[in-house]
């Protein structure tokens, strides 16, 4: 009767053990990816950063600071233009 017990108790932890290796190999694959990505795009910016003879830290700023000139020009425009968010906000402030 104990070898019944030990046998069910092992199969059980068997199965356990099975479902976390899934997950674990799906989250093994989710960090590969992700950290690929992050490398792929640090080893571009420092490219950049070395051909400009910047930091990376300073290229990273410039983006941001381009991309929010950007977000604020996109936002002006849409302003003026009727039936838009912007618009609609303009509208709500006034």
């Known amino acids: 009767?104990?070898?019944?017990?030990?046998?069910?108790?092992?199969?059980?932890q068997g199965i356990f053990q099975s479902i976390f290796a899934v997950f674990q190999s799906f989250f093994n694959v989710v960090y590969a990816f992700v950290h690929?990505?992050?490398?792929?795009?640090?080893?571009?910016?420092?490219?950049?950063?070395?051909?400009?003879?910047?930091?990376?830290?300073?290229?990273?700023?410039?983006?941001?600071?381009?991309?929010?000139?950007?977000?604020g020009v996109v936002l002006y425009n849409d302003r003026n233009k009727r039936g838009t968010l912007g618009n609609d906000l303009k509208k709500k402030a006034q």
């Open 36 to 71: 690929g990505v992050v490398s792929l795009v640090w080893n571009v910016l420092e490219s950049i950063a070395e051909f400009v003879g910047a930091s990376v830290h300073f290229v990273i700023s410039n983006i941001l600071i381009i991309g929010l000139i950007a977000l």
């Open 1 to 12: 009767m104990t070898n019944l017990f030990e046998g069910l108790y092992h199969t059980v």
